[in-house]
C-alpha cells in the first residue's frame, strides 16, 4: 500500500528506531488536536484540522512502517495487514454493538 513495504526497506531505521517516531508522530497529532481544538494553554500554535489530517497521515504511515519492518517479505506484510486490519475492524465493530444506546 502506498510504497510502504519498499520505503520502509530503503530507510535505515531499525525496528526501537521507527516506534520511537512513531511515538513522535502521536504526539505531533496530540498537539495538532489540543490546537485545533483550543484547548487551555495549546490555542496560540493556531493549528487546524487540516493540521490534525496530516499528522494522522503521518502516524498511519509510521505505524504502516512498523508493521512492514515486522514482517519477513512483502507478501507477509500484505497478507498480515489485510488480514489485522480486518480483524481489529470487526472486534471494533463488536464492541460498539455491544454497547447500550445512549439515553
Ligand atoms: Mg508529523
Same mark, same amino acid.
Given at each position: 500500500?502506498f510504497?510502504i513495504?519498499?520505503?520502509t526497506?530503503?530507510?535505515p531505521k ?10 513522535? *508522530?502521536?504526539? #505531533?497529532?496530540?498537539?495538532?488536536? &489540543?490546537? !485545533?481544538? =483550543? ?6 500554535k493556531? %493549528? ?7 499528522e ?18 512483502? *507478501?507477509?506484510? #500484505?497478507?498480515?495487514?489485510?488480514? &489485522?486490519? !480486518?480483524? =481489529?475492524?470487526?472486534?471494533w465493530?463488536?464492541k460498539? %454493538?455491544?454497547k447500550?444506546?445512549?439515553?
Open positions: 500500500m510504497n513495504f519498499d520505503l526497506q530503503k530507510d531499525t525496528l526501537q528506531e521507527r516506534a520511537l517516531k512513531l511515538a513522535e *508522530e502521536a504526539g #505531533e497529532l496530540a498537539q495538532a488536536v &489540543l490546537s !485545533a481544538t =483550543k484547548a487551555p494553554g495549546s490555542e496560540y493556531n %493549528q487546524t484540522l487540516a493540521d490534525v489530517r496530516e494522522a497521515a503521518d502516524a498511519a504511515i509510521v505505524a504502516m512502517s512498523v508493521l512492514a519492518q515486522a514482517s519477513s517479505s512483502r *507478501e507477509e506484510f #500484505e497478507a498480515e495487514l489485510t488480514r &489485522l486490519m !480486518a480483524e =481489529k475492524c470487526a472486534k465493530q463488536e460498539l %454493538q455491544e447500550p444506546l445512549a439515553e
